[in-house]
């Protein structure tokens, strides 16, 4: 009685799963699991209610109890005979309105799923199924959606005779021209309708064929018709791919011959466009399922390459109405999500110059409407309710469009790919666009909601993720195409700055580690560090240190701007400060100070100690690199700016400055600058003044706490530093030792004398260990002046044999 469900047998149901639609068209609630006995007793309630002929709510429940398990019961020809009987009551007995449409849907379970149905028990149905439809009593809409969809599966089925498929096909046409009004706007019988067609399409009799593309083409032009909508589409796209396999099988060559001349290639006023485009996506994706032999695979072949024009045809109507300008974007918004969602879909199509176009305005406008959202919540922020743009950011990320982006993706990477070098180009340059104004107006947008209005602005954050991963796979595309020995250095040095800059505007999005964002890095930072120029214009692309800290959009207006909490232009100026230290012997000492050193300064005092870490490292990389053609003038920026450094650093230490980062850079700077430079000098002078701000109990504490660090810091250099600068450092530390407690004296001591006794420079050496002894000294009689410090202090031969 029952069996395993197979849903794939109701074209219906295939339909709106394959869509992604959202509206249940169930006719009552699904039961997954029936029981036999359950299953018995239903039609047990039904025979008895015939017999009878009293139709009360048992009855009605009886028939909801079978139809809420259609997907795994089998209906029998004896119980279709039965429900049969129930339909030529209607003159003679009062029916439950609702009952009409469920003995109509068991009739459909009936017939698709029966082997070889019998001839006289369709027959009777049919007579039954009009002698309902002609009392207009009992119209419904439902009644009307059910009677065209089962009309459909019968004149499908193959064992039946021409005449019944005729009879068939006739009422499922009169239904949908004479009462499609009743059913029209219900957006849940939409795939009925569809399905029921779809199934008329399928049969083997050519009668009324055009009638029936007429219906599926036209019904979306109609008063009372549905919306085009995405889900339609893919509904339509889908459907024509089932009709087409089911005619590659059948080898229904006439068929597919006259789909071709009346659907692909012959516009008709009276066919939605976006039908006809869904439609001829739905043959190329129905063609690459290998139904082809001989004669039958010519035809598919003209009939695929019908669709592909089709296709092209659409793309150019809509570039020449001007498919980039915003108008048109509003106006063709539900065709380009189609474009998008069937050429993800359909499979390979060749590569044209307006599908391109099409499809880079679909994903740039439609698949990431983050444009259109920003500027709405902009304008209306403070004015309007959230909650609606909250529903619909929210129905964004929910529907298959959204969901698809990654295979939308993937077809407009292989469309790029066969692009001339014309549209490549037309292509990036509307894609790094796309990150611009992505990062102007998320960053916007997150001032004005962080704290606000959280949950909003997590949900467009979801949409703006999805937009990096497709920046990053097309970035990568690109590089493949442009990056080659082959290609013109100019070019190169063109497309690697333009992605470095792109990725910047998204660095704010990345959340994961890439493969594909890992390897595009590496190519063009590859290419940058070959030539000056590409290094200098990826580095003036950094946003200016006045419009870093007083920028003077409108919507700062509204709001306290503070530099250090906009989030997303830090996230932006951190990828500057990691990448430039790759390619900063290729920067020029005046580009250095006149874009960089500003802003690397201004961030030094970032309290995200990531963010500071890598402005240390910048300074670093700077200290560290030369350039024969300026060593002069390099070498002053760098004095230049190590005592800005030091300020900078040193003023918001411990609590922002990672001690990390201050120690790479004072190791960098004394090892570095030249000989006795001043500013090695300030350095010192910088670090002793700073730890004697700590107290003694942070100098005498773990070597995790800041002022141990700086005491660290300040014994490491006695190894660095240049010999002219040594007695100063000496006379420093002595005066910083002597003060501190006996304990940490002994530490301290301890220190120098394992560092000085592993030293091999004899230049050094002997110095520090008079300076060595001197200071045990002091320390031992208690002594808190150093002016004996800088004359020669005789030693005790033991001392001097142990260093």
């Known amino acids: 009685m029952a069996r395993k469900a197979n849903n794939s047998l109701f074209l219906e149901e295939w339909l709106r799963t394959v869509s992604g ?42 028939l909801r109890a079978l139809v809420s398990s259609e997907s795994t019961i089998h209906v029998a020809d004896p119980q ?80 039946l005779s021409g005449d019944l498929k005729l009879l068939c096909l006739e009422l499922l046409c009169r239904l949908l021209e004479e009462e499609y009004s009743l059913v029209g706007s219900q957006e849940e019988l939409v795939p009925v309708l569809l399905a029921g067609i779809g199934y008329a399409l399928s049969s083997s009799l050519d009668v009324h064929y055009l009638r029936l593309l007429d219906l599926l083409f036209g019904i979306w032009l109609k008063d009372e018709g549905p919306r085009g909508s995405v889900t339609h589409g893919l509904m339509v796209l889908h459907l024509i791919e089932w009709v087409m396999s089911g005619y590659m099988r059948s080898n229904y060559i006439n068929k597919m011959s006259l789909f071709a001349n009346e659907v692909l290639e012959t516009s008709k006023e009276k066919y939605t466009v976006f039908a006809v485009f869904m439609a001829a996506a739905g043959v190329l994706r129905a063609s690459t399922a290998g139904f082809s032999n001989g004669a039958q695979s010519f035809e598919i072949s003209k009939l695929r390459n019908s669709a592909e024009k089709r296709i092209e045809f659409v793309a150019q109507l809509l570039v020449s109405n001007g498919i980039v300008t915003l108008p048109t974007i509003q106006r063709e918004g539900p065709l380009l999500k189609c474009f998008a969602i069937a050429l993800a879909r359909c499979g390979s199509v060749s590569s044209s110059a307006p599908l391109l176009l099409c499809l880079t305005s679909a994903l740039l406008t439609q698949v990431f409407p983050l444009g259109q959202i920003y500027e709405s919540f902009c304008k209306a922020f403070g004015k309007e309710p959230i909650g609606p743009r909250l529903i619909w950011v929210r129905k964004h990320l929910s529907n298959v469009l959204f969901k698809e982006s990654g295979a939308i993706t993937g077809a407009f990477c292989n469309q790029y790919i066969s692009a001339s070098e014309e549209n490549k180009y037309i292509v990036e340059n509307m ?32 949409i703006a993720e999805s937009s990096f991963l497709m920046v990053v796979v097309f970035a990568l595309a690109v590089t493949k195409q442009w990056l080659k020995p082959i290609v013109s250095k100019e070019r190169k040095m063109e497309t690697s700055v333009k992605i470095l800059v792109s990725f910047s505007c998204v660095e704010y999005f990345r959340h994961i580690r890439l493969p594909e964002y890992m390897e595009t890095i590496r190519e063009v930072i590859s290419c940058v560090q070959e030539n000056d120029a590409p290094c200098v214009s990826f580095v003036e692309s950094i946003p200016s240190y006045n419009s870093l800290t007083t920028p003077r959009d409108l919507f700062t207006q509204r709001i306290k701007y503070e530099w250090s909490r906009d989030d997303v232009q830090t996230s932006r100026i951190l990828f500057y400060l990691r990448v430039i230290p790759t390619c900063i012997g290729r920067l020029s000492a005046s580009d250095f100070r006149g874009v960089v050193a500003s ?7 970032h309290p995200n100690r990531k963010v500071a870490r890598a402005s240390h490292t910048l300074l670093v990389a700077f200290l560290s690199s030369a350039k024969d053609s300026e060593e002069d003038e390099r070498n002053q920026l760098k004095e230049h ?39 090695i000098f300030y350095s010192v002078h910088s ?21 141990s660090q700086i005491l660290e810091l300040l014994l490491r250099l006695v190894s660095l530093v240049d010999i002219q600068v040594l007695p100063y450092l000496m006379k420093s530390l002595a005066q910083l030792i002597i003060k501190l407690p006996k304990e940490r004296q002994n530490m301290v001591l301890g220190e120098l004398y394992g560092q000085v006794a592993e030293s091999d420079d004899v230049i050094r050496k002997p110095s520090l260990v008079s300076w060595l002894q001197s200071l045990n000294y002091l320390c031992s009689n208690n002594r808190t002046e150093v002016s004996a410090f800088g004359s020669t202090i005789d030693t005790s031969n033991q001392l001097g044999a142990r260093l």
Request: with cysteine; glycine share 6%.
């Open 80 to 159: 279709a005979k039965l429900l049969i009987s129930i339909l030529a009551l209607r003159e003679d007995v009062s029916l439950p309105s609702d009952s009409y449409t469920l003995v109509l849907r068991l009739l459909y379970v009936w017939i698709r799923k029966a082997f070889r149905p019998s001839q006289a028990l369709v027959g009777s149905a049919v007579q039954a199924i009009r002698g309902v439809v002609d009392d207009r009593r009992n119209l419904q809409p439902t009644l009307v959606a059910q009677s065209v969809l089962v009309s459909g599966a019968f004149a499908c089925v193959p064992s």
């Open 599 to 605: 802003t690397m300064f201004l961030y030094i005092g």
């Open 641 to 679: 700016l190590v005592f800005y450094y030091m300020q900078r650093s040193l003023e918001v230490y411990p609590e922002i400055t990672p001690f990390e980062g201050l120690a790479s850079g004072v190791a960098t700077l004394v090892r570095h600058l030249p000989a006795g430079s001043p500013a």
């Open 687 to 707: 670090l002793v003044e700073k730890a004697s701000t700590f107290s003694t109990n942070s100098l005498q504490g773990r070597k995790s706490d800041p002022g």
């Open 431 to 462: 894609t790094w666009d796309f990150c611009q104004n992505l990062y102007l107006q998320h960053r916007q947008i997150t001032l004005l909601l962080r704290g606000i209005e959280d949950t909003l602005l997590g949900d467009i954050e979801k």
């Open 21 to 62: 639609s959202s509206v249940s068209g169930d006719l009552v609630q699904q039961n997954s699991a029936p029981s036999a006995r359950s299953i018995i007793q239903a039609w047990s309630e039904i025979r008895e209610s015939l017999q009878n002929q009293n139709f009360d709510t048992r009855y009605l429940q009886a």
